[in-house]
């Protein structure tokens, strides 16, 4: 919001305290909501060409709408869930032989897999923030071993929702 055109810091401030931000906010409310009942709408026209193609062949055509060529997909897509324990009850020892590696699981037992992976960790790991600042923290690597061996990246993040408990400033109020 500042630059270098001349601008001081004061007339910078005032420049910040002109912007609508409750007007901003609202329309970036408005926009959610939209896209909300779109995704919604979506399903709905989604569940109505399913319904209306059920049966038919082929099951990929190519047609236009407007003038634009498109190409249609119809097709069912299978998904197995199974019952993990009572499979574990019934094949006892052999359950393993059907276990394929599960990422989602291996994130939620992360602690329990790393000793068991640490011989590879070198080859699938990846730094992790929180270790290394419990590791410069601890004094069993020196913050010297870090200079030039990253890069700090910024990203904004911007997430607007309903407050359903505020016990913070009123939207109005500036936060700086």
Request: proline share 5%; hydrophobic share 35%.
């Amino acid at each position: 919001m500042f630059d270098t055109t001349g601008i001081n810091e004061y007339e910078g401030i005032a420049a910040v305290a002109r912007f609508d931000r409750e007007g901003a906010i609202r329309r970036y409310q408005q926009i959610q909501q939209e896209i909300a009942r779109l995704e919604k709408e979506r399903e709905s026209l989604r569940d109505l060409l399913v319904k209306e193609l059920e049966g038919k062949v082929p099951a990929k055509w190519h047609s236009s709408v407007d003038g634009k060529p498109i190409l249609v997909v119809h097709e069912y897509k299978t998904s197995v869930r199974y019952d993990e324990q009572l499979l574990k009850d019934r094949l006892g020892a052999k359950y393993i032989d059907i276990l394929e590696i599960d990422g989602t699981k291996i994130r939620k037992n992360r602690e329990l897999v790393r000793p068991l992976l640490v011989p590879v960790l070198d080859k699938i790991g990846t730094p992790a923030s929180s270790r290394v600042e419990n590791a410069v923290r601890s004094g069993s690597i020196a913050v010297s071993d870090f200079q030039g061996a990253f890069r700090k990246i910024v990203t904004p993040y911007i997430s607007i929702r309903a407050d359903r408990h505020s016990s913070g400033p009123a939207v109005n109020d500036v936060p700086y």
